[in-house]
Nanobody
Framework: QVQLVESGGGLVQPGGSLKLSCAAS????????MDWYRQPPGKQREWVAT???????HYADSVKGRFTTSRDNAKNTVYLQMNSLKPEDTAVYYC?????????WGKGTLVTVSS
């Protein structure tokens, strides 16, 4: 059974940092493309970042230069380091794993940026 479990969310002040983790099980992690998405309150889910097995990250313009994604294939875990957080970064953050037509989602972790 495939499981993706996000962690690391919480309340942070504007300008602060958080590091999210997503632990995967039930898949050959190193072969999967890992993505981060987020869903702000009352809005649609939006793509945030992608990291392929080679380790190069790609980012939405709204987070470029502030967020960094990385992966540890030995630990079956992908990370999202979020710096210089803004109130508009408030959202439920999800990780996903994809390989061809197979697509799996985690249940998300809430990030709230507020003073």
């Amino acid at each position: 059974q495939v499981q993706l479990v996000e962690s690391g969310g919480g309340l942070v002040q504007p300008g602060g940092s958080l590091k999210l983790s997503c632990a995967a099980s039930g898949i050959i992690f190193s072969t999967y493309v890992m993505d981060w998405y987020r869903q702000p309150p009352g809005k649609q889910r939006e793509w945030v970042a992608t990291i392929r097995s080679g380790g190069t990250g790609h980012y939405a313009d709204s987070v470029k230069g502030r967020f960094t994604t990385s992966r540890d294939n030995a630990k079956n875990t992908v990370y999202l380091q979020m710096n210089s957080l803004k109130p508009e970064d408030t959202a439920v953050y999800y990780c996903s794993a994809s390989l061809g037509s197979m697509y799996y989602w985690g249940k998300g972790t809430l990030v709230t940026v507020s003073s």
